[in-house]
Protein backbone atom coordinates (compact mmCIF):
# COMPACT_ATOMS: atom_id res chain seq x y z
CA UNK A 1 0.00 0.00 0.00
CA UNK A 2 2.88 2.18 0.78
CA UNK A 3 4.22 2.60 -2.62
CA UNK A 4 1.06 2.43 -4.70
CA UNK A 5 -0.25 5.82 -2.35
CA UNK A 6 3.08 6.94 -2.34
CA UNK A 7 3.55 6.92 -5.72
CA UNK A 8 0.15 8.84 -6.59
CA UNK A 9 0.88 11.69 -4.24
CA UNK A 10 4.10 11.81 -5.58
CA UNK A 11 2.28 12.56 -9.00
CA UNK A 12 -0.72 14.52 -7.44
CA UNK A 13 1.69 16.79 -5.94
CA UNK A 14 3.70 16.90 -8.77
CA UNK A 15 2.90 20.75 -9.34
CA UNK A 16 3.21 21.76 -6.03
CA UNK A 17 7.05 20.31 -5.72
CA UNK A 18 7.74 22.15 -8.73
CA UNK A 19 6.34 25.57 -7.56
CA UNK A 20 8.60 25.36 -3.78
CA UNK A 21 11.57 24.14 -5.77
CA UNK A 22 11.26 27.36 -8.27
CA UNK A 23 10.81 29.15 -4.90
CA UNK A 24 13.71 28.10 -3.26
CA UNK A 25 15.92 28.28 -6.08
CA UNK A 26 14.82 31.99 -6.66
CA UNK A 27 15.02 32.97 -2.93
CA UNK A 28 18.20 31.38 -1.44
CA UNK A 29 19.77 29.35 -4.38
CA UNK A 30 20.78 25.51 -4.51
CA UNK A 31 20.51 23.23 -3.42
CA UNK A 32 16.60 22.97 -3.61
CA UNK A 33 17.07 19.76 -1.55
CA UNK A 34 17.91 18.64 2.01
CA UNK A 35 19.86 15.40 2.36
CA UNK A 36 21.17 13.43 5.56
CA UNK A 37 21.29 9.90 7.09
CA UNK A 38 18.66 9.03 9.36
CA UNK A 39 18.65 5.73 10.59
CA UNK A 40 15.71 3.13 9.52
CA UNK A 41 14.35 -0.24 10.28
CA UNK A 42 16.72 -1.90 12.49
CA UNK A 43 19.13 1.30 12.76
CA UNK A 44 20.30 0.82 8.86
CA UNK A 45 20.78 4.41 7.70
CA UNK A 46 19.52 6.10 4.65
CA UNK A 47 19.20 9.42 2.65
CA UNK A 48 15.97 11.65 3.83
CA UNK A 49 15.12 13.73 1.68
CA UNK A 50 13.29 17.19 2.15
CA UNK A 51 13.27 20.32 0.37
CA UNK A 52 15.53 22.65 1.74
CA UNK A 53 14.06 25.36 4.19
CA UNK A 54 17.29 26.83 5.64
CA UNK A 55 20.17 29.28 4.31
CA UNK A 56 23.27 27.04 3.46
CA UNK A 57 26.00 27.23 6.02
CA UNK A 58 29.81 26.94 5.60
CA UNK A 59 29.88 24.62 8.65
CA UNK A 60 28.19 21.40 9.53
CA UNK A 61 26.03 22.09 12.79
CA UNK A 62 24.18 20.43 15.28
CA UNK A 63 23.18 23.22 17.42
CA UNK A 64 19.68 23.64 17.33
CA UNK A 65 19.58 27.00 18.01
CA UNK A 66 21.54 27.87 14.64
CA UNK A 67 18.06 26.52 12.86
CA UNK A 68 16.13 29.18 13.85
CA UNK A 69 18.85 31.32 12.83
CA UNK A 70 19.04 30.28 9.57
CA UNK A 71 15.53 29.80 8.83
CA UNK A 72 14.01 31.44 5.89
CA UNK A 73 11.03 32.99 5.43
CA UNK A 74 10.17 29.99 2.95
CA UNK A 75 10.97 27.67 5.07
CA UNK A 76 9.40 28.63 7.69
CA UNK A 77 6.25 28.38 5.75
CA UNK A 78 7.24 25.40 4.15
CA UNK A 79 7.46 23.77 7.90
CA UNK A 80 4.32 25.11 9.17
CA UNK A 81 2.50 23.38 6.51
CA UNK A 82 4.51 20.54 6.49
CA UNK A 83 5.27 21.18 2.33
CA UNK A 84 8.98 20.56 3.26
CA UNK A 85 8.48 16.64 3.87
CA UNK A 86 6.78 16.10 0.19
CA UNK A 87 10.15 15.00 -1.22
CA UNK A 88 10.21 12.20 1.52
CA UNK A 89 7.50 10.43 -0.52
CA UNK A 90 10.42 9.19 -2.51
CA UNK A 91 12.21 7.68 0.29
CA UNK A 92 8.63 5.49 0.51
CA UNK A 93 8.82 4.49 -3.31
CA UNK A 94 12.21 3.33 -2.36
CA UNK A 95 11.18 1.29 0.69
CA UNK A 96 13.44 3.33 3.15
CA UNK A 97 10.25 4.75 4.67
CA UNK A 98 6.24 3.70 5.07
CA UNK A 99 3.72 6.46 5.00
CA UNK A 100 3.26 6.19 8.85
CA UNK A 101 6.10 4.82 11.64
CA UNK A 102 8.10 6.54 14.18
CA UNK A 103 9.89 9.63 12.65
CA UNK A 104 13.22 9.03 11.80
CA UNK A 105 15.84 10.76 14.10
CA UNK A 106 19.43 11.57 14.49
CA UNK A 107 22.03 8.40 13.42
CA UNK A 108 23.71 10.06 16.86
CA UNK A 109 20.78 9.21 18.97
CA UNK A 110 21.37 5.53 18.59
CA UNK A 111 23.48 4.75 21.71
CA UNK A 112 21.66 7.21 23.25
CA UNK A 113 17.92 4.65 23.59
CA UNK A 114 16.88 2.84 26.60
CA UNK A 115 15.94 -0.78 25.08
CA UNK A 116 12.11 -0.15 25.10
CA UNK A 117 13.19 3.23 23.31
CA UNK A 118 15.42 1.29 20.52
CA UNK A 119 11.98 -1.07 19.99
CA UNK A 120 10.98 2.01 17.30
CA UNK A 121 13.74 0.55 15.25
CA UNK A 122 11.32 -2.68 14.46
CA UNK A 123 9.72 -1.35 12.20
CA UNK A 124 10.18 1.78 9.04
CA UNK A 125 10.19 5.07 9.68
CA UNK A 126 6.79 7.06 8.85
CA UNK A 127 6.33 9.97 7.11
CA UNK A 128 4.19 10.64 9.98
CA UNK A 129 3.80 9.06 13.26
CA UNK A 130 1.15 8.75 16.20
CA UNK A 131 3.25 11.36 17.82
CA UNK A 132 2.94 13.54 15.33
CA UNK A 133 -0.98 14.01 15.59
CA UNK A 134 -0.90 13.50 19.69
CA UNK A 135 0.93 16.92 20.37
CA UNK A 136 4.20 17.14 17.68
CA UNK A 137 6.45 19.58 19.10
CA UNK A 138 5.06 20.28 21.47
CA UNK A 139 5.59 16.92 23.07
CA UNK A 140 9.00 15.99 25.04
CA UNK A 141 10.77 13.17 24.45
CA UNK A 142 9.65 10.87 26.70
CA UNK A 143 5.99 11.20 25.24
CA UNK A 144 7.05 11.02 21.54
CA UNK A 145 8.91 7.62 22.46
CA UNK A 146 5.91 6.03 24.14
CA UNK A 147 3.68 6.80 21.38
CA UNK A 148 6.52 4.94 18.93
CA UNK A 149 6.68 2.13 21.07
CA UNK A 150 2.93 1.85 21.69
CA UNK A 151 2.91 1.80 17.97
CA UNK A 152 4.90 -0.49 17.08
CA UNK A 153 2.72 -2.84 19.70
CA UNK A 154 -0.67 -2.12 17.92
CA UNK A 155 0.29 -1.21 13.95
CA UNK A 156 -2.85 -2.05 11.94
CA UNK A 157 -4.03 -0.77 8.60
CA UNK A 158 -7.19 0.35 10.76
CA UNK A 159 -4.58 2.51 12.66
CA UNK A 160 -2.30 3.67 9.37
CA UNK A 161 -5.58 5.02 8.13
CA UNK A 162 -6.66 6.66 11.06
CA UNK A 163 -3.08 8.85 11.59
CA UNK A 164 -3.59 9.75 8.14
CA UNK A 165 -6.78 11.29 8.39
CA UNK A 166 -5.71 13.08 11.58
CA UNK A 167 -2.71 14.28 10.54
CA UNK A 168 -4.37 16.44 7.52
CA UNK A 169 -6.42 17.51 10.10
CA UNK A 170 -3.16 18.61 12.04
CA UNK A 171 -1.67 19.86 9.07
CA UNK A 172 -4.55 22.13 8.21
CA UNK A 173 -4.83 23.48 11.22
CA UNK A 174 -1.21 23.21 11.85
CA UNK A 175 -1.35 22.57 15.79
CA UNK A 176 1.65 21.20 17.50
CA UNK A 177 4.37 24.04 15.62
CA UNK A 178 6.84 25.51 17.63
CA UNK A 179 6.61 29.14 17.79
CA UNK A 180 8.29 30.94 14.75
CA UNK A 181 11.17 32.57 17.12
CA UNK A 182 11.49 28.94 19.04
CA UNK A 183 14.57 26.61 17.86
CA UNK A 184 12.90 23.68 15.47
CA UNK A 185 14.59 21.30 17.31
CA UNK A 186 15.91 19.77 20.67
CA UNK A 187 18.78 17.40 21.13
CA UNK A 188 17.74 14.19 22.85
CA UNK A 189 20.15 13.19 25.62
CA UNK A 190 20.38 10.55 28.05
CA UNK A 191 20.90 11.47 32.04
CA UNK A 192 23.03 8.60 33.45
CA UNK A 193 21.77 6.92 36.72
CA UNK A 194 22.91 9.37 39.79
CA UNK A 195 23.73 12.37 37.71
CA UNK A 196 20.43 13.95 37.83
CA UNK A 197 18.04 15.01 40.96
CA UNK A 198 15.12 13.21 41.74
CA UNK A 199 16.74 10.60 39.16
CA UNK A 200 15.50 7.84 41.89
CA UNK A 201 19.08 6.05 40.37
CA UNK A 202 17.21 4.90 37.24
CA UNK A 203 18.01 6.97 33.73
CA UNK A 204 15.61 9.51 32.22
CA UNK A 205 15.37 10.89 29.21
CA UNK A 206 15.58 14.80 28.34
CA UNK A 207 15.45 18.18 25.79
CA UNK A 208 17.89 20.44 25.87
CA UNK A 209 18.65 23.05 23.34
CA UNK A 210 22.48 22.33 22.98
Same mark, same amino acid.
Given at each position: ???????? *???????????????????? &??????????????? +???? /??????? #???? #?????? #????????? /?????? +?????? *??? /???????????? &???? /???????????????????????????????????? =????????? =?????????????????????????????????????????????????????????????
Amino acid at each position: MDVVVAGL *LLVATAPVMLFVATAILVGT &GRPVLFRQHRPGRHG +ALFT /LVKFRTM #RPSG #RMSVDP #RDDGDRLTP /LGRWLR +ATSLDE *LPT /LWNVLRGDMSLV &GPRP /LLPQYLDRYSPREARRHEVRPGVTGLAQVRGRNELD =WTARFEYDV =WYVDHRSLHLDLRILGETAVAVFRRTGISAPDAPTAHEFVRVPAGHAAGAGGSDRSEERVA
